[in-house]
Every structure is written in C-alpha cells, then in structure tokens.
C-alpha cells in the first residue's frame, strides 16, 4: 500500500482521532486539523501533526493544502448534534456546510486524489426502515439538510473536476473518548455523565425512539481503510450495527455498564425522527463491514473509561439563535 499523505479534520474528536489512528498504523502522514471546540488536544495521535484551527478558515485550508500536498482528505469536523440544529442555523452551516465547501474546493485546486466525507443517516429523515442509500433522502432538521447538500456537492464536483469521493452515513456511534460533557448530542455520553454526578438518565419523551447504537472500533478501521479501496469509490455507505434499541432499552444497558441502579426521570418529547436504523449491506459486501461489539460489551468498555476520565461539565450552547419551542431542559 502506497505511503500517502492525509488530511483528517476533525481529527481531535472522538471518531476523527480513531481514524488518525488506523490511518497511522497503516503507515501514512496524517495531519490532524481541529479547532477544539468539541474535540480534545490529548486525542491526537501524538504521531501526526496536529493544526489547530478551523475549517471554516479557507485561507489556512489553503495554506496547508499548498504545503503539504494531501493524497487524501478524511473530513469529519462537524457540529453534530440534530435537534440542536434547529435552533442554530447560521452555525449550523457555517461549520457544516461552507466548512466543507472550502476543503472541497481546496482539494480541487491542489489535486487531492480522494475525499472521503462522514455524512450521517440524518439525511433520510421518517424514511422507510431500514434506511438504504438509495432511498431519497429527506432530512427533517437543518443537520441533515446541511450533510445533504455536501453529498451533492461532491456528486457536482466529480461531474465537473473529477474529485473521487467516498460517503459515510454512520449512526449513533459511541465508545471512548467521546465527549461525555457536550449535553446535545451522543446519547450515552450523556447518560454515563449524568449517572457520575448522581442524576437520573434524562430521556426525551417516552423512550420508544429507535436507533442502532455503534461502537467507534467496529468501524474506524473500516473507514480509514476505503480510500485504498477503488470499488468504494463514488459510493454512498451506510456504516454501523444492524440491531435497533429503544432508549428505554439502551439505558438499562447503560447503567448496567456503570454499576448503578436504573434510574430514568422524562421530560418533554422534542422534535427528532422517532425510528432511525439502516441497511448496511453494501458497506459489508465492498467495505468488509463486520460488527462484532455486542451493546452490552460496547457499553461496558466505554463505561470503564468514562469512570476513568470522570464528570466533565456540561456545558449550554452559548449562541441559541432561535429560543422559540427550544426544549426546556436545553434552556
């Protein structure tokens, strides 16, 4: 396999440092890109160079496309939370949308052979379960709209430029090094961090949402490996655990893996898609996916490190551009 030199953005974040990491143990030059804002310094992978800035940033994005002559462009910087995104539309593009652009075109201009992107399953809304990539997509908040329009971005940019691209739609991925204290987003984070300060496990509504919950070392190998991959190329993959969960379920689950009594307190339901789990056929047949991390072991694994790390303190999103019908306990 060729030695090549490789862009992972969001690479201080918790599935961006994993796939630094397979990426370097595969041998390659990885430069990690990461503004910190969601992210940990002491995730990188002390192997690569780490850049810390924004992808908003074109200027610096052309910077180091000109010095460092990529191969291959990993991007999964993003602000990932769905509900949320509602009400922060302007950021919601901003760092989701034009972020993307800049990288998207700089890998034009400078040659990049692949461009590897993390969409999400957020694309397809209330679709028909499960979700297959050739369904249309119909996303319900302004995180998938924004994902969306990335993915026919690429599509153009290929037409156009001929820019190779492959797409990820992951799902609920969970597992060490996620960060534990963003109260938005990464369900079981959320739940570990709230059972460390003795609080119930909060759940929106009655708990009879349905997801597919993924642990990050069944797949970031998967990932980092596609760009080497030519069947993989100008395809769209569903990525991660077949088996759907209520929430009501995974908390059992959840504070099982802590050692704690269950202990659930409901607040008010908001505005999300109430069953969301995908086909993954295609990713196991040109991508090898193979899930072998059961729930109840994923959890447990996550869970010891979590006790490890400790509480991290939640903290509420600084600029809330729209309040109206904003759910209570994001107040």
Request: glycine fraction near 8%; aromatic fraction near 10%; proline fraction near 3%.
């Amino acid at each position: 396999m060729e030695k090549a030199r490789i862009l992972v953005t969001g690479g201080a974040g918790f599935m961006g440092s994993h796939i630094a990491d397979e990426l370097i143990k595969m041998g390659h030059i990885v430069t990690v890109l990461d503004d910190l804002s969601g992210g940990f310094a002491n995730n990188v992978n002390p192997k690569a160079e780490f850049i810390k800035g924004s992808i908003g940033d074109y200027k610096l994005i052309n910077e180091l496309f000109e010095k460092n002559k990529f191969n291959y462009v990993y991007h999964l910087a993003a602000y990932a939370a769905e509900g949320l995104s509602h009400f922060i539309k302007r950021f919601n593009y901003e760092n989701n949308l034009i972020g993307s652009v800049n990288l998207i075109n700089a890998s034009v201009n400078y040659g990049v052979k692949c461009f590897l992107f993390t969409s999400s399953i957020a694309v397809y809304g209330s679709n028909q379960l499960p979700m297959k990539e050739d369904m249309t997509p119909i996303p319900e908040d302004s995180y998938g709209i924004a994902k969306y329009a990335v993915e026919q971005e690429l599509k153009i940019t290929k037409e156009l430029f001929g820019l190779d691209y492959i797409i990820f739609r992951p799902h609920n991925v969970y597992g060490e090094r996620q960060n534990v204290g963003d109260k938005y987003r990464n369900v079981i984070g959320i739940f570990m961090n709230q059972i460390m300060q003795n609080k119930p496990m909060t759940i929106f509504g009655d708990g009879e949402q349905k997801r597919a919950f993924t642990h990050i070392n069944d797949i970031a190998p998967v990932m980092a490996k596609a760009a080497f991959n030519l069947h993989a190329y100008e395809k769209i993959f569903n990525i991660g655990a077949d088996k759907p969960y209520t929430v009501n379920q995974l908390t059992k689950y959840v504070a099982k893996a802590m050692g704690v009594e269950h202990n659930v307190v409901n607040v008010e339901a908001r505005n999300e898609v109430v069953e969301a789990y995908s086909d993954h056929s295609l990713a196991q047949e040109i991508l090898g996916l193979e899930i072998k991390t059961s729930l109840e072991d994923g959890t447990r694994s996550m869970a010891e490190w979590a006790k490890k790390e400790g509480v991290k303190q939640s903290q509420y999103f600084d600029n809330i551009e729209i309040n109206k019908n904003l759910p209570k306990a994001w107040r």
